[in-house]
């Protein structure tokens, strides 16, 4: 079982950034991938980003790309997103995933709100 609780979410005006943390207790987190989903009002979860165990080989949804930075201290057993360049269709609960490679179980924090006003 692993806990992530995520924080650092707000409101804030376009062109602004903030940085978003999640936090993994109950296993070794160096073992899992870990990744970022947000969901807007009325749409589906969608994927944001993702860094794998080590740290390496991280990917970016194309909305993203350019804006976010996906990192992780396996030392602390966190998982950061820095978002810059902030646009209202940004604007979601952002929810951080954790996964082990060829395990079909998954595990979710409970969101952290972010809002970006024009």
């Known amino acids: 079982q692993v806990q992530l609780v995520e924080s650092g979410g707000g409101s804030i005006q376009a062109g602004g950034s903030l940085s978003l943390s999640c936090v993994a207790s109950?296993?070794?987190?160096?073992?899992?991938?870990m990744a970022w989903y947000r969901q807007a009002p009325g749409k589906v979860r969608e994927f944001v980003a993702t860094?794998?165990?080590?740290?390496?080989?991280?990917n970016y949804a194309d909305s993203v790309k350019g804006r976010f930075t996906i990192s992780r201290d396996n030392a602390k057993n966190t998982v950061d997103l820095q978002m810059d360049s902030l646009k209202p269709e940004d604007t979601a609960i952002y929810y951080c995933?954790?996964?082990?490679?060829?395990?079909?179980?998954?595990?979710w924090g409970q969101g952290t709100q972010v809002t970006v006003s024009s």
């Open positions: 995933k954790a996964w082990l490679p060829f395990v079909a179980t998954e595990y």
């Open positions: 109950g296993r070794t987190f160096s073992n899992y991938h």
């Open positions: 860094i794998n165990h080590n740290g390496a080989v991280p």
